[in-house]
């Protein structure tokens, strides 16, 4: 018997993993109107797979890249305790950037700025609010120490077949982000 292509031992391992993170979501309650109401899970998304040089020819090599949204308590380290149960073969991993939550004080000078034109805008009061999600975002503010604000649109079934905008929403998120951008510019430039 001949040597195993690396690709054999690559989608037997994505397999194994798979088995640990099914979910993007998880719809809880599928017949509540509009769309049900979806909570975030641990997840991953398998991005992109590459390997072999010829269709006759036993791979050497097979490449994946896998994202993991971690957003239950679970680190990189609990992480890799299950990637080194699930990898079969020579197959082996590196976690190239790891991000927690973003957590911003509701005391930052940019914070409350953005706040104040969400409010004149929409023309109510709002708070704040600590979100479960993870969010690219993170890399930001670990690598560069940069405030981060998320503010998304009004919809539902996120990720989902059934996913929604408001698009009033939408219209709305890009006037209080042009405010805020045109703010900003206009008041680092006059420093």
């Keep these: ?4 292509s690396a690709i054999d031992y690559l989608m037997k391992s994505i397999a194994a ?5 099914p979910y993007y ?3 809880i309650k599928p017949n509540q109107k509009p769309f049900g109401k979806h909570y975030w899970v641990n997840s991953l998304n398998v991005g992109s797979i590459s390997g072999g040089s010829q269709i006759n ?3 050497d090599i097979a490449v994946a890249q896998l994202d993991f949204r971690l957003v239950d308590g679970m ?6 305790q299950i990637l080194d149960k699930c990898i079969v073969g020579n197959t082996h991993y590196d976690i190239r950037y790891e991000t927690g939550f973003v957590n911003e004080s509701r005391d ?5 700025d953005y706040k104040n034109i969400v409010e004149e805008i929409i023309q109510q009061k709002v708070g704040f609010v600590r979100d479960g999600r993870m969010s690219n975002s993170g890399l930001l503010k670990d690598k560069k120490g940069a405030s981060v604000i ?3 649109y009004s919809g539902g079934g996120y990720h989902a077949e059934d996913e929604w905008v408001d698009l009033r929403s939408v219209a709305q998120l890009c006037k209080i982000q042009q405010k805020f951008v045109n703010n900003y510019i206009l008041n680092k430039n006059s420093r």
């Design 108 to 112: 930052n000078p940019i914070i409350k």
């Design 75 to 80: 680190d990189a380290q609990q992480l890799s």
């Design 1 to 4: 018997m001949g040597r195993k």
């Design 57 to 59: 020819r036993v791979s």
């Design 150 to 152: 998320l503010h998304s």
């Design 25 to 27: 979501e998880i719809d």
């Design 17 to 21: 993993i798979r088995e640990h993170f």
